[in-house]
């Protein structure tokens, strides 16, 4: 997986582009979206294996997963009528969703199970598209020689790529300004 960091910042740019001017809440909202999803590895603590239904890149990385966290989100960023909501629930299901994408252009784990709870297959973008290095999993493997060309990868395939994205909305915010 790319590093946690990583992926809030990536659900955070993406939302700054669909959305400029967004509130407090929904800034915060759309940079934790980014990292919900990992939220899973408390279940090793538990007893719950990697490659269990509920372990990780599981259920929740799954698309279903993704639409009930931008149904929640949606429904407490938005007090107007039902289509605001619908809006605010796509926003967040997006932003939600980089995660699993990102992790299915890693270059290690098994996959992630992008249809649960249909289907326990887990799935990896073809091997062309999988580009972003693995992140250890584990704190006792966090040296700097593990994480270095994690941190290099993400920076060439992730921010440096969001980062433009962004400035191209942010140079369309000041022209129309």
Do not use: N
């Not at 992926?7 to 980014?34: D, E, N, P, R």
């Not at 007893?47 to 989100?73: E, F, Q």
């Not at 020689?145 to 993400?154: G, I, N, Q, R, T």
């Amino acid at each position: 997986m790319p590093t946690v960091i990583s992926h809030s910042i990536v659900s955070f740019a993406l939302g700054k582009t669909i959305k400029w001017k967004q509130s407090t809440s929904v800034a915060f909202y759309s940079f934790a979206c980014g990292s919900l999803s990992d939220l899973d590895f408390v279940g090793r603590y538990f007893g719950i294996k990697y490659l269990d239904h509920w372990g990780h890149r599981g259920w929740s990385h799954s698309l279903l997963m993704a639409s009930i966290i931008g149904l929640v989100l949606g429904y407490l960023c938005s007090q107007k009528g039902w289509y605001s909501k619908l809006g605010w629930w796509l926003y967040f299901t997006v932003l939600t969703s980089t995660h699993t994408l990102l992790d299915m252009c890693t270059t290690g784990g098994h996959g992630v199970a992008l249809y649960a709870p249909w289907s326990h297959l887990r799935h990896f973008f073809p091997d062309q598209f999988r580009v972003v290095r693995v992140s250890p999993m584990h704190f006792h493997h966090f040296t700097w020689e593990k994480l270095a060309p994690v941190f290099m990868s993400e920076l060439l395939w992730l921010i440096l790529p969001i980062t433009c994205l962004l400035f191209v909305r942010w140079v369309f915010e000041a022209r129309r300004a």
